[in-house]
């Protein structure tokens, strides 16, 4: 679980920003008077627009059913989520920052001419019924939602899409910085300079494990007792000396491997030199019938008896060459994506900068992730 809650703090940074480009745009924000019923409540001014609960509703329920969705619904049971806050303070923040970029990109497309054409806005209409019709009938009475609401968020994510869209589609970014984002990719970083031939290289081994470690429920290795560590390197000398002196290697397998997965094949295993280059570097340098020093890995002591080195062939290495100028590419177009998006954010935190925003705090601190309005603040009625 822990791995989740990590991931759900990167995709909320992400959502911040991405959600709005993904599908969902009223042209206009309305700003005409609302009455005083509970739910036209004013929540937010943005430069003098009043944005209503009801307005900002469609974005409750989106970032609820995101973060659950991610996390499960005990997501909301954790209070040290994101650097020591709960999880519903991260989404009703993530909730607030996206309605008012959402808000201020509306405003940016009137003064820039950008509006959206008849096709999308029928496209839009498509994918809101379609979401609308899809959600829960108890949310949609709780989060207050209507067709209507659902339409205009659409809408207005949809136009903001249009005015990122506009404002970067000529934008691209300096080959310097493609690469320093590339080199940030470890993967990448530790292949891009490696020989193919040294990569695909195969060795064909036997392998006597002695374990010191096992997985615990998280996916992480964990010491199987205090002793373990000096009773293994015990054995392992002992059973390395008689591998040495020539016993028999297989029987040797046979007898002290807790190697369990290839036990029956008397421990022999085919390794990439790609990917245990660099645990084991004194590895790939034997040649067929040497034993290795006892090595140590994160489950344990290990002795390899080398059986036969396997060379790459030309096709091996030709579709090897191609798959990673595929995920190279790829790689760029996604890193290019990265930097337009932090270059249309320079430009939008000029904006937010230039923005006056007012939230009525002590409201929206009474308004929980479940659509719930505290009573004593305003009534929970459900206007027809």
């Known amino acids: 679980?822990?791995?989740?809650?990590?991931?759900?703090?990167?995709?909320?940074?992400?959502f911040i920003c991405i959600f709005y480009l993904v599908g969902c745009s009223s042209q206009v924000i309305s700003n005409e008077k609302k009455d005083n019923t509970p739910s036209n409540e004013q929540l937010l001014?943005?430069?003098?627009?009043?944005?209503t609960i009801d307005e900002v509703m469609p974005y409750l329920l989106q970032v609820k059913m995101e973060f659950e969705q991610l996390g499960g619904e005990d997501v909301w049971d954790h209070n040290d989520f994101s650097g020591g806050k709960k999880a519903e303070d991260v989404a009703k923040q993530g909730v607030i920052d996206n309605v008012i970029r959402t808000k201020i990109l509306i405003t940016k497309s009137k003064e820039m001419g950008i509006s959206l054409t008849e096709s999308e806005q029928d496209e839009v209409s498509i994918q809101a019924l379609k979401y609308y019709e899809?959600?829960?009938?108890a949310d949609i009475i709780k989060y207050r939602v209507t067709k209507d609401s659902i339409l205009?968020?659409?809408?207005e994510y949809q136009l903001a899409n249009k005015v990122m869209h506009e404002m970067t589609?000529?934008?691209?970014?300096?080959?310097?910085?493609?690469?320093?984002e590339l080199i940030k990719n470890n993967d990448y970083a530790n292949l891009k300079d490696k020989d193919p031939k040294q990569t695909l290289k195969k060795i064909n081994v036997q392998q006597i494990l002695f374990k010191t470690h096992n997985k615990n429920e998280n996916d992480e290795y964990t010491l199987i007792s205090q002793h373990i560590l000096e009773e293994a390197k015990t054995l392992a000398d002992k059973v390395y000396k008689k591998a040495i002196e020539g016993e028999d290697f297989t029987k040797l397998v046979r007898k002290y491997s807790q190697d369990a997965d290839t036990k029956e094949k008397n421990g022999e295993d085919i390794l990439l030199v790609g990917l245990i280059q660099d645990e084991f570097p004194s590895l790939i340098n034997l040649q067929s019938g040497e034993i290795s020093d006892i090595l140590q890995s994160k489950i344990g002591y290990h002795?390899?008896?080398i059986i036969e080195i396997i060379e790459p062939t030309k096709e091996d290495i030709k579709a090897y060459n191609e798959k990673f100028?595929?995920?190279?590419?790829?790689?760029?177009?996604?890193?290019?994506?990265?930097?337009?998006?932090?270059?249309f954010n320079d430009i939008y935190m000029d904006w937010r900068e230039n923005t006056l925003v007012e939230l009525n705090e002590e409201l929206w601190k009474n308004i929980d992730i479940f659509g719930n309005i505290n009573k004593n603040t305003i009534s929970n009625k459900i206007n027809e």
């Not at 679980?1 to 992400?14: A, E, P, Q, V």
């Not at 205009?152 to 809408?155: G, L, Y």
């Not at 589609?169 to 320093?180: D, R, S, V």
């Open 1 to 14: 679980m822990k791995s989740t809650y990590k991931m759900i703090s990167k995709i909320m940074l992400l």
């Open 45 to 51: 001014t943005i430069n003098g627009v009043y944005i």
């Open 134 to 137: 899809e959600l829960d009938k």
């Open 152 to 155: 205009k968020s659409f809408n």
């Open 169 to 180: 589609k000529e934008y691209i970014p300096a080959e310097e910085e493609l690469q320093e």
């Open 303 to 305: 002795i390899y008896k």
């Open 325 to 343: 100028s595929q995920w190279e590419y790829k790689l760029r177009m996604d890193y290019s994506a990265k930097l337009k998006t932090q270059a």
